[in-house]
């Protein structure tokens, strides 16, 4: 199969640079005539139609969106980097990497066949306007846009859109090690978005008032429009997606006829749906031993489970009345047994699991360094946590912690309601209580708008992302992250997470990284568990599918060179 893709290699150093959210019909087709059909699971609900801000960044609103948004590149399952040679007319250029020598400027250049599928071609304006919008505020590009990720657009000096070719330049003495993944898969927006769209809903996309209105819009309309081999022709953020082949596609033609995407948080149903035909497959954002032995003798399935890019972490709301207090919040931690946790969801069926001791770096990676470990956090130590809390002034009434007389809570501990969080968070339930405080247990099955408005006291949910890392410092705990969704505020971490976006190598924005872990560890606002294995199955009758775990798009990475088998 003729592919338009370059390979750049890449050290897969880290975890991912712009994180994503994980909350955790009919296989028709055949031969002749025949309509080729797949139904491939999206394991829960997309908040809204565009990826660019907090609620949309999950994995669910990626996938959704996978072969409508074009991007310039995109993590292969190898570790391996590929540009989008369908997308770009060639590798994009390095013009200048050395701050010292002038300005770090760097440009791309659109294919000359790229156009969107209401026949308009893509220019650098779609690249200008969309790395406008996933700036923050501050930039003064947009007055509401609220971008999950603005370390790379917050950079910028200037772009200068000519034709097909724009051309970045950084701010002085900035650079980015990162840089050209600005508008790739793993971006805020998952690629970039038709700005003439904007001009014929009559906004002026250079008045920040009137972008606003255009991000807002991308967000809440579903697309009719498309930049990749398929295209959106029904559905809504509560059922499904219906996809079919881009008429105005220049790359080579995608080979199914339809792609349906339906939203089952239910992962109960997966098995007797997958046996009775009614799905194709699916890449499940968490981990299910039931459905893996189910799987796993089946003939005619394909099932790979592995060590994936999605880190399960324990979070808390800083501006809660109790746990803005550090060291409830280091009590809290304290008493939380994170092997007790990983034992008892992933032990069965996958031994090799790991406690995830950095927030940004694997432990295979050059640049781990074991934060966690030696503070006892996450170790389930009831006496050191008590010792925690007497010091503080609090008090054991019976069961019940207090403090100045008043109990403490009770909490409200949330997830998604998977069997892994469901696990979880009761677990997490019985370990608190050893410590007096009193949770109570509420699920959500939209956890993008439930982060973003902040609507939890301990919240367990993922990251995903891919082995970018340089942003994620910043994405996660500066203060002005619209995905600092617990209200965390500390100078040092925003010091140490800046830099780490700006550093002129990967190996001084590792240095920063680990600082800014280190910084973030006392605090008490993240508790990472454990590197989640992922596991992804697919009916033998298609092929060209594969799992691809450096990606938050997974197995839909190469949505269109998926065919059905002959």
């Not at 930039?139 to 200068?160: A, L, V």
């Not at 992804?536 to 997974?554: A, I, K, P, T, Y």
Request: net charge negative.
């Amino acid at each position: 199969m003729h592919k338009r893709r370059k390979t750049l290699a890449l050290a897969a150093a880290g975890t991912s640079a712009l994180m994503v959210l994980t909350a955790c019909g009919g296989g028709g087709g055949g031969e002749g005539e025949q309509e080729k059909e797949v139904t491939w699971v999206i394991n829960s609900l997309p908040a809204a139609w565009a990826s660019i801000s907090a609620a949309g960044g999950s994995v669910y609103t990626i996938q959704t969106l996978s072969g409508v948004v074009p991007h310039t590149g995109v993590w292969q399952p190898d570790g391996t980097y590929e540009y989008n040679l369908d997308v770009l007319a060639e590798e994009p250029t390095l013009i200048n990497d050395d701050p010292d020598e002038g300005p770090f400027q760097f440009s791309f250049t659109l294919h000359e066949d790229a156009v969107w599928s209401d026949g308009t071609p893509m220019t650098a304006e779609d690249l200008r306007v969309t790395a406008m919008m996933n700036a923050s505020p501050d930039e003064g590009y947009c007055d509401t846009c609220d971008s999950r990720g603005t370390t790379s657009s917050d950079m910028i000096e200037s772009m200068e859109a000519d034709g097909k070719t724009l051309t970045v330049t950084l701010k002085e003495g900035l650079a980015n090690p990162e840089w050209m993944g600005l508008l790739d898969s793993d971006s805020a927006g998952g690629g970039f978005y038709p700005s003439h769209l904007a001009e014929e809903n009559g906004w002026d996309v250079d008045d920040p008032a009137q972008l606003g209105e255009f991000y807002a819009w991308l967000h809440e309309t579903r697309p009719e429009w498309s930049g990749g081999p398929y295209q959106i022709v029904d559905g809504d953020l509560q059922n499904q997606v219906v996809k079919e082949p881009n008429p105005e596609w220049w790359g080579e033609a995608p080979a199914l006829d339809r792609i349906i995407m339906p939203y089952n948080t239910d992962e109960g149903t997966f098995v007797p749906a997958f046996q009775n035909g009614e799905i194709d497959g699916a890449n499940p954002a968490q981990y299910s031993e039931d459905i893996i032995t189910q799987l796993q003798d089946m003939e005619g399935v394909t099932l790979t489970v592995g060590e994936g890019n999605i880190w399960e972490h324990i979070d808390i709301n800083t501006e809660n009345e109790w746990l803005s207090d550090v060291e409830l919040r280091r009590a809290v931690f304290t008493a939380i047994n994170r092997d007790e946790i990983a034992s008892r969801n992933f032990e069965a069926g996958y031994p090799e699991y790991e406690l995830k001791n950095n927030h940004i770096f694997g432990s295979t990676s050059e640049y781990f360094e074991d934060h966690i470990s030696e503070t006892g956090q996450g170790s389930g130590d009831v006496e050191a946590a008590t010792v925690i809390l007497e010091e503080a002034g609090y008090e054991l009434d019976g069961d019940t912690l207090t403090l100045d007389g008043e109990q403490v809570g009770p909490l409200r501990l949330r997830s998604t309601d998977t069997v892994i969080r469901n696990n979880s968070v009761q677990l997490i339930q019985a370990q608190l209580a050893e410590i007096g405080i009193e949770t109570t247990i509420e699920m959500t099955d939209d956890l993008g708008t439930m982060l973003a408005e902040q609507d939890y006291d301990i919240v367990q949910f993922g990251w995903s992302g891919s082995p970018y890392f340089a942003s994620n410092p910043q994405q996660f705990w500066h203060s002005e992250s619209s995905s600092n969704f617990g209200g965390f505020s500390n100078d040092e971490v925003d010091e140490h997470a800046e830099a780490t976006g700006t550093a002129p190598s990967l190996d001084e924005a590792a240095e920063h990284a680990n600082a800014a872990v280190a910084a973030v560890v006392p605090e008490a606002y993240v508790l990472p568990i454990v590197a989640e294995p992922n596991y992804f199955f697919v009916n033998d009758r298609l092929v060209n599918v594969e799992d691809n775990l450096q990606s938050s798009f997974r197995a839909t990475y190469n949505i269109g060179e998926w065919d059905i088998a002959e």
